[in-house]
């Protein structure tokens, strides 16, 4: 197995790159075919337990203005042979310091990449230092 390999890499980049495009600007769209199509899609949201893409499809057209913006802080993209991936991303939502994470599996389909399980939590604030972003 080949941990690495450059072009799958920039192959799963330009997919994740794809998804916070959607994600800031709620394409609901294509957030849904980024997904795998099928029941065994998972996403852990915030405040969410998500199983099957008609769950998670369902929440994101129920979710009125989309996902807080954000700016991604850090992206580590592992690729495992040519056909699964692992982005682990760092984010910071508009308006506060507090950092986020989301982690996504990615394997590719007949179709392109496809998300199989994410996973996003936000770090826990402190309360002395949690201030609004200038």
Do not use: C
């Not at 849904?32 to 994101?60: K, M, S």
């Not at 007949?110 to 309360?127: E, F, N, Q, R, Y």
């Amino acid at each position: 197995m080949e941990l690495n390999n450059p072009v799958v890499v920039e192959q799963v980049r330009q997919s994740s790159d794809r998804y916070e495009t959607a994600l800031a600007d709620n394409d609901t769209r294509t957030l849904d075919t980024l997904f795998w199509g099928g029941p065994e899609a998972v996403r852990y949201g915030i405040g969410e337990n998500l199983y099957g893409a008609q769950d998670i499809a369902a929440f994101r057209l129920a979710r009125t203005g989309g996902s807080p913006q954000r700016r991604i802080l850090r992206r580590v993209i592992v690729t495992t042979g040519t056909d699964n991936a692992v982005v682990s991303l760092e984010f910071q939502r508009q308006n506060t310091t507090r950092i986020g994470r989301q982690m996504q599996t990615w394997i590719r389909a007949h179709d392109g990449w496809k998300i199989l399980a994410a996973h996003v939590s936000l770090m826990a604030a402190h309360p002395e230092t949690e201030q609004p972003a200038l």
